[in-house]
């Protein structure tokens, strides 16, 4: 059996150095992490959530791009289940240029990084706007938007299925409804 041990790799080298790999990685303090695939109901609703948003946006402003990445610090790019970003975006980017939204599908593993860690990266961002996350075991969402002061402390929870996300960065609303349409809690 051979070991591999880890290279040195810088952001750049990472960015690279993914685009050959079939597995999904982010890049987190310096370290390459894998990324698990994640169950039918993470992938429905992050489809959703796609499409919801990519129905309703301005499409001359705005790109929709679902685990695109985005660099959060000097050693860490994220890849969240969706970006909203300008539209005018070089198609040879590999990082989102000013990201204004940003949604991740939380699962039980991934909640102290999706609440936590994430979150704190993610506000730290200049062009963010908002900043959600929802369950994928139930209609539920937590979401961070900028007011003029910055964002709150702690996010809005939302967990009547009959609510509607306000996203005011991008001009829409997004009903809780649409984003878990067709999924099935056990």
Known sequence: MTIQRPMPMDKAAFLAWTERQEENYEFVRGRVVMMTGGLRGHWQIAANLFRALDSRVDHDRWAVLPEFGVDVGPSTVRFPDI????????????????PVFLAEVMSPSSERVDLGDK????????????????????????????????????????????????????????????????????
């Open 83 to 98: 970006v909203v970003d300008p539209a005018d975006g070089p198609t040879t980017d590999r990082t989102a240029t000013a």
């Open 119 to 186: 979150a704190a990266e993610y506000l730290r961002l200049p062009s963010l706007h908002t900043y959600l996350v929802v369950a994928h075991d139930e209609p539920k969402a937590w979401v961070w938007t900028r007011a003029a002061g910055g964002f709150p402390a702690g996010p809005v929870v939302i967990d009547d299925p009959a609510a509607v996300i306000d996203v005011p960065s991008l001009g829409l609303a997004l009903p809780l409804a649409d984003i878990y349409r067709r999924v099935r809690f056990d």
